[in-house]
């Protein structure tokens, strides 16, 4: 079976500000026919609201790395012989599936959980009204008339809460993100040290979704290192890879350290489901992946060795993601 396609950086935090566009202002006019008499200006159009939408790109944050304000447009003004002002268009602003749309000013949290999803941000304001509808039969040549109301601005947080398929968790610098790159092409920074995946990165294997999340530390439920914005991650992801490195003096230790973590977080991450690797067993000796092995496979029964260099264990790894597609696909055709 072949592999594989792509990668990306991924923003997954980001306060922008939108504004709706303004109302258009109401027209003061006479009707210009001949013989006819009476008001005849009309309302200014609707200014542009503005939505989010969900989409399946889980890079579609990164728009707004550099673009902090956006705005829709205004309406336009009313003209005369009864012709409203055109209504402006609506701004649609894309946003990954799992995205949690904060708005810092009323202090409401919506999500969009859905592809095609869409949540208002920001109204657009209402036109004015043109002369024509102060008419009255004690006021027949009205001059009122009414300015466009204002589009409603607010400052707005999004916060992605990744939704993967197969998330890979682990101390820092245990072969995740090697894995990642070797799996699916892709090219996520890797280095002989702590912390060189600093946001998580996306590769896709066919129609999973694998996440290479930041390096957890002991702590990380409470904030050390990357702590809360790896586990936030965490939280959505289907399935575990959880990696421990044939270099650690005490895997044992650092299985434990790491369920700790995720379990102090979130009773719920403890208990997904698991897979155990014991990485970079092309580093140590033969009898010393042996004996590693034996005291996680207590832990795991499945437990296996994987090296990035060693292709029969890496062709057991792929075995593992067609099987958890097969059941993904069979749990779709079910509902």
Known sequence: MAYCTSTTMLIDDVTIRVSAGNGGTGK?????????????????????????????????????????????????????????????????????????????DSAEDKEIVKIGERILAAKGGRGGRGNFHFRSPINTSPTEFEYGKPGESFNVRLELKLIADVGFVGFPNVGKSSLLNELTRAQSKVANYPFTTLEPNLGVYYDLILADLPGLIEGASRGRGLGIKFLRHVERTRILFHFISAESEDPIKDYKVIKKELGEYNTELADKPEYLFLSKSDAVSAEDVADKLKKLKKLNPKAMAISILDDKSLEAVRKMLNKIIDEKTVAKTEE
């Open 28 to 104: 003061v006019a006479f009707d210009k026919n001949k013989m006819a008499i009476g008001p005849a200006g009309a309302s200014g159009g609707r200014g542009g609201s503005i939505y989010f939408e969900g989409v399946s790109n889980l890079s579609a944050l990164n728009q707004f790395r550099f673009k902090k304000e956006l705005s829709a447009g205004s309406g336009k003004d009313g003209k005369g012989q009864y012709c409203d002002g055109p209504d402006a268009e609506d701004l649609v602003l894309k946003v990954p599936v799992g995205t949690v749309v904060h708005n810092l």
